[in-house]
Nanobody
Framework: QVQLVEAGGGLVQAGGSLRLSCAAS????????MAWYRQAPGKQRELVAV???????NYAISVKGRFTVSRDNAKNTMYLQMNNLKPEDTAVYYC?????????WGRGTQVTVSS
């Protein structure tokens, strides 16, 4: 079992920055790739960024160049640095990891970007 807890969301003006964190606990030795997803009202959940255990990253086109995903394996924590935020980035952001056939999710943290 793995538990994921997100933090760092909030209200920010367009052009501003936020840093999200995702703390993992439980069977952390089984965690490999981790990811950030987001879900805006009335929309499907979408992948934002992925990071492997070795630090390889991949991003959605909509956030590339503005968001940076990182992880501190010693602290069992993943981060998402979000710069130049836009109103369309408004969503609940979720932390995810998949272990074998089980998808683990945090409860999410709200990010609201005002214009």
């Amino acid at each position: 079992q793995v538990q994921l807890v997100e933090a760092g969301g909030g209200l920010v003006q367009a052009g501003g920055s936020l840093r999200l964190s995702c703390a993992a606990s439980g069977s952390v030795s089984t965690i490999s790739t981790m990811a950030w997803y987001r879900q805006a009202p009335g929309k499907q959940r979408e992948l934002v960024a992925v990071i492997s255990s070795e630090g390889r990253t991949n991003y959605a086109i909509s956030v590339k160049g503005r968001f940076t995903v990182s992880r501190d394996n010693a602290k069992n924590t993943m981060y998402l640095q979000m710069n130049n935020l836009k109103p369309e980035d408004t969503a609940v952001y979720y932390c995810n990891t998949d272990i074998r056939t089980i998808r683990y999710w945090g409860r999410g943290t709200q990010v609201t970007v005002s214009s």
